[in-house]
């Protein structure tokens, strides 16, 4: 929630010289966005995204997450497409910043999710799946499985003064998935952030999936169990059933799961609970007080990993073996 | 420079539902503004400004900001424009707050102003005085010269907590200024707040004046004052002649300046940067470290009023009389 990297008109107005995108119009700061600087460019062609990328990327990425973006938006994937300069350059630089210009998306994105909306997210990932499945750029994910005990290890001995707690509880989680954590699950790409934050709406329809920053090659059930943690509880961190089954109903009617892939699940989901609870307790201790950026809260993910280690199967989540 | 209040869908559906605004196509979140938080929303009939009035704006003055908005678009001038809904009002409540849809206006903010600009926001300034001329509402300056003393008063014991020599400083100014302070000069409508980022140009034609919530009754060369400091400083605080004498003479092209206001403006000039200054100060001292929004610096506007107390005549800001 910040502007990071100020541009200034002289600057901004040399960028936009490379592209054949109109007459400036207008250019302001969105607030949302905690990873990148973000504004809306109004031309008189239209309107666009200009992401400046910050530190949390590395340029060395951005290929790939363009390329992903180009290679969805050719499969007729809703999410947003990078402009081509006159040379075919996505990636630009701009403020000191690697940068590019990208599609405006319509859509409001849904701050209370109902069963409907779930549907529909699961849907849509299941076809992002589908479509990234001949994509041939490769990228690790940065923050799978194997990340986690060298991640938690950097902050493991300040981690009671996020809770007290969090260090015994982050101990065990991670020798118990060290035994259950599966393998030789179906791979491709997966959205890896698909928070309501992320998913465009125009009514029930969705008009688009954004912020590809953490896409990445690995198991696509870990992208579904990841979405059930963001999309499926209440307020009060109160399961809703209801709505994860609508999740893996969306999906499955899309892309069907196999028999290993429906078994994992409830391992799945603790590992993606762990995933943003060590992230958010990283950050809580490594953000200073004067930051723009408030962390986010990690309590309600330990109560999720919490949640999903008292699962036995998915038919706890909802889950139906189609007809 | 952050979004305070958020909005849900559900709302903000039925906030829009009271105006003949089309289909909500999307919505997002403004990083700039410090005072209030502002939206872009934009539907099937164009784009809006949503702004939800912070506690820094007193709702009893609302009507007098709307109405003043209200009033210069009926004037011609270009400036943002309330939306009144199906039964005229342009007032309205959402999450919480006072809420209003606004008018969006296109154009961009100079960062880096030239003479050029300097000129054209005289000109805007002077066209608004004179557009305010026939408006019926009144507000006092809450920050007008009889305010600064008992603003001063309220962080004294810690001015020299800001740093070294401000309380000093400010106690030799205010006696300078209760023995020079102009009175009966010409009074009306002024902007108080008429700083870059509050000016949209395309090309070097101003777009559009935005951002009224400071708009009070005060003496129509005060607010010159306030332009000066704000458009003619350079970043290392050099004064720059030029932008002075281009911003004088953009301004006395459309409205004459009277002989008294020209004697005044180095006064008037010194009051301004203090105004500024005691704000500035005041903010550095009460900010939490943990606030969304930076405080400004208040040194410079302390190295502004040194200046400008060193100033004799207008003639030092580049003030040619008119032939």
């Known amino acids: 929630m910040a502007v990071y990297t100020e541009v200034s008109d002289d600057e901004l107005a040399a960028f936009l010289a490379a592209f054949d995108v109109g007459e400036l119009l207008s250019f302001k700061g969105i607030a949302e966005g905690v990873e990148n600087t973000n504004y809306i460019v109004a031309t008189t062609l239209g309107q666009f995204i200009l992401t400046l990328y910050e530190k949390r990327v590395a340029p060395a990425d951005l290929p790939f997450f363009l390329g992903l973006m180009d290679h969805l938006s050719a499969k ?3 999410c947003p497409t990078p402009i081509h300069d006159r040379v075919g350059e996505a990636l630009g630089q701009l403020a000191g910043r690697p940068a590019a210009l990208i599609s405006f998306l319509d859509g409001i994105w849904i701050r209370r999710p109902q069963p409907v909306h779930c549907r529909a997210v699961g849907a849509a990932m299941a076809q992002m799946h589908l479509a990234g499945s001949d994509f041939t750029m490769r ?34 989680e991670l020798d118990a998935l060290a035994e259950a954590w ?8 997966i959205h890896a952030d698909l928070f309501p934050d ?47 089954r609508a ?27 762990l995933r943003f609870l060590l992230t958010r307790a990283y950050d809580w201790l490594h953000t200073p007080t004067t930051a723009f950026v408030k962390p986010h809260d990690p309590v309600p993910y330990f109560r999720r990993m919490r949640f999903h280690a008292t699962i036995r199967s998915a038919t706890e989540y909802g889950w139906e073996r189609p007809e």
Chains 1, 2 share one sequence.
């Not at 938690?152 to 969090?166: C, H, I, K, M, Y």
Request: aromatic share 12%; proline share 4%.
């Open 76 to 78: 007729q994937l809703a």
């Open 139 to 172: 990228r690790k994910n940065a923050l799978g499985f194997a990340d986690w005990r060298p991640l938690f290890e950097r902050f493991e001995t300040d981690a009671d003064r996020v809770f007290a707690g969090l260090g015994d509880g982050v101990r065990s």
């Open 182 to 189: 599966p393998r030789d699950l179906p791979e491709g790409i």
């Open 198 to 244: 992320n998913v465009f709406f125009r009514g029930e329809q969705i008009s688009g999936l954004i912020d590809f920053y953490f896409a990445c090659n690995d198991a696509h059930a870990y992208d579904l169990a990841i979405a059930l943690n963001a999309w499926c509880f209440e307020q009060d961190l109160a399961f809703n059933v209801t709505k994860a």
């Open 247 to 273: 999740l893996l109903a969306g999906y499955s009617a899309v892309r069907p799961l196999t028999s290993d892939e429906v078994s994992a699940l409830p391992t799945l989901c603790r590992g993606a609970a």
